[in-house]
């Protein structure tokens, strides 16, 4: 069964530091999709990508992030200054269409701020 | 704006019996409603989808119903396992044009043998 892969699984980074958090989407899916799970918190969503571009973000999604699809197949999400609160587990999604049909989510990366 | 609550928080229950979870929403204006489970350390996996104009959906011994109306949501799980240890949760999506989902906190099902 088509996957969505997450790399790494776990990054340890040092406040103030630029994290890269990888992901490859289902390869005919259309619609990427980036959402982090704080501790004991609820799954919140950060941003979708469609297009080349940013479809929709939420106010969590500040300057300090930004995605990209560098290629045909990974699509990344950057955090340019980390910070002690941006400590989660972040999933990378995608689905075929817009209905959300076929919404995959990868298994995470666990990003601890140190 | 919208929010999603789960009740119970966690749930224990015996094997080979039925149950039911429950999702409400706030907004009663849904495009559609998910529910997901997720195991530990893992991702979430869509277990059922829900479009507005739908009632309910079946796959296996899940059956999901939607109310939207009211706001509600009802996860049945029929004849409960071990196996179906682990956290379920509900997400809604708002609006057609948007494409965010709104999760639940989540049940945590406990299964015994």
Not at chain 2, 6 to 21: K, R, Y
Not at chain 2, 26 to 54: E, V
Not at chain 2, 82 to 97: E, F, H, I, K, N
């Amino acid at each position: 069964e088509p996957e969505v892969t997450q790399t790494p699984s776990h990054q340890v980074t040092q406040m103030g530091q630029e994290v890269i958090l990888r992901c490859v989407p289902i390869s005919n899916h259309l619609y990427f999709y980036w959402y982090r799970q704080i501790l004991g918190q609820k799954v919140e969503f950060l941003v979708s990508f469609y297009n080349n571009e940013i479809s929709e973000k939420s106010e969590i999604f500040d300057d300090q992030f930004s995605v990209e699809r560098p290629d045909g197949s990974n699509f990344t999400l950057k955090i340019r200054s980390t910070k002690l609160e941006d400590s989660a587990m972040y999933f990378c999604a995608s689905s075929e269409a817009l209905s959300g049909y076929g919404y995959t989510f990868g298994s995470g990366t666990r990003l601890t701020v140190v | 704006k919208q929010e999603v609550t789960q009740i119970p928080a966690a749930l224990s229950v015996p094997e080979g019996e039925n149950l039911v979870l429950n999702c409400s929403f706030t907004d009663s204006a849904i495009y559609n409603l998910q529910w997901f489970r997720q195991d530990p350390g893992k991702g979430l996996t869509s277990l059922l989808l829900i479009q507005s104009s739908q009632r309910e959906q079946t796959s296996g011994r899940l059956n999901a119903s939607l109310d939207k109306s009211s706001g509600r949501s009802t996860l049945y799980i029929a004849a409960s396992q071990p196996g179906d240890s682990a956290t379920y949760l509900c997400a809604v999506r708002p609006d057609q044009a948007g494409t965010a989902l709104i999760f639940g906190k989540g049940t945590t099902l406990s299964v015994s043998s």
